[in-house]
DNA sequence: CCTACCGATCGGTAGG
DNA sequence: CCTACCGATCGGTAGG
């Protein structure tokens, strides 16, 4: 049945996002995986091509996740640095959502092979490029300090990424908490406002 | 002789630390680091007890030195907010000298095991704690911004990624406009200043 | 420091 | 979806 197909991969898929998160794809075997969703290694390839086929997909759709977000927030009415405060949340909003996919996204890509690789890289370049261009946009408009764009682009993306790779929102830290404190920090720094 | 012994098992653990970061700790080979060496795998042993061995060697090395400078930063007489700039100060410094090492202390201890891997989190459990307490004193004398303490320490540390694991300071992005695009990025935000 | 080799495990296939 | 199995590669050892 389609149905029944569809949602195996599925859940093969988020299996194996979450190990490749927690052991990184190298050390995640194909019987690990088959193991986590109750079937033998060899089951696997009736639902996938192969272990990077696996990883390619992760990579590529949480790829599409953000440059959608991307043409969404270019959209909108308002100066750029609405447009980046609107996308630094929506980075805070996916790592609570699926932190397992963009840990793969963010740390496993490297395991891609040609011509996956390069397909994977232009989608990323173009998102930062994009993402840049916003930043200069907002600096030229005196909204935003000026700061080295690049070093400003790497260092907000990288900012996020212990939401991804290991932190879970519970009772000591709720989700609301956290976009808050994360979107201050970085909006307006550590030391304390006042001129 | 002693001397060459040493050189070695320094070269190899350069090497080492080189292949983790590009590769990850999984992917690489002892074979890999045997040829990158010029010996054969099985010489390896001659120098170092296991592959586990050198990882544990790269993370605990790493995690001495920011203890250290915690130990410093923790003497110095001035404010807490001081003490945590030029402990910002020493995350870049040592990213842009010793980038492969701090990597593989980030990202491949999760493959250490027991009982280093307990120790391991131990040294690190202890920084965070005097980080955090460093930050709420700041809080304390209003000379930081009130943002939940854990979350401000983790995007910290965070913010500081990109550097270890793929920049090089080059003819365009010099070391010195790093640091002070970073430290501006952290200490005021990205918004420009103004009440 | 090397040659020769070990058992274990890897991703993946054949065939039903 | 499984059993049975493949060649390749892994970390590491024996012995010199």
Redesign the interface.
């Known amino acids: 049945m389609q149905e029944t197909e569809k949602n195996k991969k599925q859940l093969i898929l988020e299996s194996a996002a979450r190990l490749f998160r927690d ?5 995640t075997s194909m019987r690990d995986l088959a193991q986590e969703v109750h079937l033998k290694a060899s089951s696997l390839y009736n639902h996938i091509a192969s272990k990077e086929d696996i990883l390619r997909e992760i990579c590529l759709g949480t790829a599409e996740k953000f440059l959608l977000a991307m043409d969404e927030a270019e959209k909108l009415p308002i100066p750029p ?1 609405g447009k ?1 405060e609107h996308l630094l949340r929506f980075h805070v909003k996916i790592a609570l959502q699926d932190p397992t996919s963009v840990t793969s996204f963010n ?1 496993e890509w ?2 891609l092979r040609e011509p996956f690789l390069n397909g994977f890289m232009t989608m990323r370049q173009d998102y930062e490029r994009r993402f840049l261009l916003l930043l200069k946009q907002g600096m030229d408009t ?4 000026h ?2 764009p ?3 682009l ?9 939401l991804y790779d290991w ?1 879970r929102p519970g009772k000591s ?1 709720s989700a609301e ?2 976009e ?3 979107m ?12």
């Open positions: 052991k990184g794809y190298a050390a640095a980046i740390d490297r395991h005196g909204e935003l300090a700061i080295e690049r070093v400003a790497y260092t907000l993306f990288s900012a996020m990424r212990w932190f830290l908490t956290v808050t404190a994360v201050h920090l970085l909006m307006n720094g550590l030391f304390k406002k006042g001129s």
